[in-house]
Structure formats: structure tokens, C-alpha cells
T-cell receptor, first 113, second 113 residues
Framework: AQSVSQHNHHVILSEAASLELGCNYS??????LFWYVQYPGQHLQLLLK??????LVKGIKGFEAEFIKSKFSFNLRKPSVQWSDTAEYFC???????????FGRGTSLIVHP | NAGVTQTPKFQVLKTGQSMTLQCAQD?????MYWYRQDPGMGLRLIYY???????DKGEVPNGYNVSRLNKREFSLRLESAAPSQTSVYFC????????????FGPGTRLTVT
């Protein structure tokens, strides 16, 4: 069975620190990968997605993620976080040909001003 | 353009009571989904509807039923609520089933006592 692992469950940073959140998936073959963000009290919204091509994808609000096929990873990065980045972040994967995604358990990020 | 709407926003039920969560989308999307979100568990798919007229089980369907009433609406029914169904429920839609961006509703916070 496919699974998506997010290793960091809780991350606490100060403003201007760099961020990297890990995401790994457990199966081979074609995969499509997403990062979603849920700000406090709000619904999930898409940050970025990878389908094919350039493994470094850029999303909204200065976020980027790198797909490393050999490591089965799709880590989310931001060079300098802001207090407004406080949120929960979810990685999701579609196995090739699948109708439905598998979500990771989420990472709670708190950024102190 | 409201996107994905859900009603109610909050609900408290007693064990054994039934209720229906409503979801509607105005983006002419073909596919709709119901998830539950629990602390430390991320998002888990309950049921989905790849297209009007079809529904399929997700990861955690027990205790739930769904109805794809028309292209816009996808409801989730709890026939006999149990405390284990205390959760936040999210509805989502996407243009097609598969690796497409999902658009989420604001969620329903359900407590079963």
C-alpha cells in the first residue's frame, strides 16, 4: 500500500529562519505530488504541485519543493519564513493512474515573530 | 463564485443520532471527496465520487454513507453517530478524478457525545 510520510510533526522557528519540511512516499513508478497548507481556522489550499519536468517547483508565497526520485522525496522549502507562515502543511501523492490521493499526517509549523 | 461550501459549520450529536453533512461546489467540477481530519492523523478519505452518478469507498468508509445528488452536491450521512466519529470533516472537489488540484470547503466540526 502506498503511504506518504512527513517526518516532522511539529516545527518551531523564528522569523527569517530557513524552512525545510520532509515528505517521502513509499512506492515506485509515476507519481504526482502536492503540498497543501492550512492556515489557522481556514480550509486547505494548494501551495505547489509536481507532475513532471523540472524537479524544482515553485509555489505561492515564496515556497518551493524539490522532487528527488532516487530518494522518493518531495521536500518543501522556504529561505526565510514569516510569522504569517504559521500553519499546518500537508504533503499528498497520487500514484500513477490512481483517482485518489494519499495525504501525509501533516506538519504543524509555528513561526515566532 | 463561492467555491466549495459546507453546512453546518458546527454540530454536536448524541451517540446514536443521525445527521447529514451537506457539500456543494459551483466550479462545475466532476469529482468530489469527503475527508475527515483528526489530530496527528492528517486527512483520511472517507468516500469519493469520481463523476456524477458514481461513488466509491475511501480509506475509512465504515459508519458513513454518501449521496451524489447531482453534479454540484455531495452529502455525507452518519446513520448512527459514535464518539469515534468526532472529527473535522472536509469536502473537496476537483475538475476530474486523479492528480488534479483539490479545492476544499471550510469544514464541519462534529462532536459526538
Amino acid at each position: 500500500a502506498q503511504s506518504v510520510s512527513q517526518h516532522n510533526h511539529h516545527v518551531i522557528l523564528s522569523e527569517a529562519a530557513s524552512l525545510e519540511l520532509g515528505c517521502n512516499y513509499s512506492y515506485g513508478g509515476t507519481v504526482n505530488l502536492f503540498w497543501y497548507v492550512q492556515y489557522p481556522g481556514q480550509h486547505l489550499q494548494l501551495l505547489l504541485k509536481y507532475f513532471s519536468g523540472d524537479p524544482l517547483v515553485k509555489g505561492i508565497k515564496g515556497f518551493e519543493a524539490e522532487f528527488i526520485k532516487s530518494k522518493f522525496s518531495f521536500n518543501l522549502r522556504k529561505p526565510s519564513v514569516q510569522w504569517s507562515d504559521t500553519a499546518e502543511y500537508f504533503c499528498a501523492a497520487f500514484r500513477g493512474g490512481s483517482y485518489i490521493p494519499t495525504f501525509g499526517r501533516g506538519t504543524s509549523l509555528i513561526v515566532h515573530p | 463564485n463561492a467555491g466549495v461550501t459546507q453546512t453546518p459549520k458546527f454540530q454536536v450529536l448524541k451517540t446514536g443520532q443521525s445527521m447529514t453533512l451537506q457539500c456543494a461546489q459551483d466550479m462545475n467540477h466532476n469529482s468530489m471527496y469527503w475527508y475527515r481530519q483528526d489530530p496527528g492523523m492528517g486527512l483520511r478519505l472517507i468516500y469519493y465520487s469520481a463523476s456524477e452518478g458514481t461513488t466509491d469507498k475511501g480509506e475509512v468508509p465504515n459508519g458513513y454513507n454518501v449521496s451524489r445528488l447531482n453534479k454540484r452536491e455531495f452529502s455525507l450521512r452518519l446513520e448512527s453517530a459514535a464518539p469515534s466519529q468526532t472529527s473535522v470533516y472536509f469536502c473537496a472537489s476537483s475538475e476530474l478524478a486523479g492528480p488534479y488540484e483539490q479545492y476544499f470547503g471550510p469544514g464541519t466540526r462534529l462532536t459526538v457525545t
